[in-house]
Nanobody, 123 residues
Framework: QVQLVESGGGLVQAGGSLRLSCAAS????????MGWFRQAPGKAREFVAA????????AYADSVKGRFTISRDNAKNTVYLQMNSLNPEDTAVYYC????????????????WGQGTQVTVSS
């Protein structure tokens, strides 16, 4: 059974940084693309970033490009999202997701999801 557990969320002031982590178990982590999505109150869930199995391909939403960086450590079965220059529009629940293919599908439609971690950016 696949388990994805996010951590690292919290409250931060505008301009600050956070690093989210997602620990995966239940499948061969290194074989699949991973992604981050977010859902703000009253809005649909949206794609944030993705990384291929071998970390040689990444993708970002235009709204976070240049501010967020996705990375993975296959030895630790963990994917990260480094978020810099945060602004109040980044406030959302952030979800880790795992696909069933090793490469990034565009659009990404993951099969497995974590429970989410809240990120709140104050102005």
């Amino acid at each position: 059974q696949v388990q994805l557990v996010e951590s690292g969320g919290g409250l931060v002031q505008a301009g600050g940084s956070l690093r989210l982590s997602c620990a995966a178990s239940g499948r061969t982590f290194s074989a699949y693309a991973m992604g981050w999505f977010r859902q703000a109150p009253g809005k649909a869930r949206e794609f944030v970033a993705a990384i291929s199995w071998g970390d040689n391909d990444t993708a970002y939403a235009d709204s976070v490009k240049g501010r967020f960086t996705i990375s993975r450590d296959n030895a630790k079965n963990t994917v990260y999202l480094q978020m810099n220059s945060l602004n109040p529009e980044d406030t959302a629940v952030y979800y880790c997701a795992q696909d069933v293919v090793p490469y990034i599908l565009r659009p990404m439609t993951p099969k497995y999801w974590g429970q989410g971690t809240q990120v709140t950016v104050s102005s």
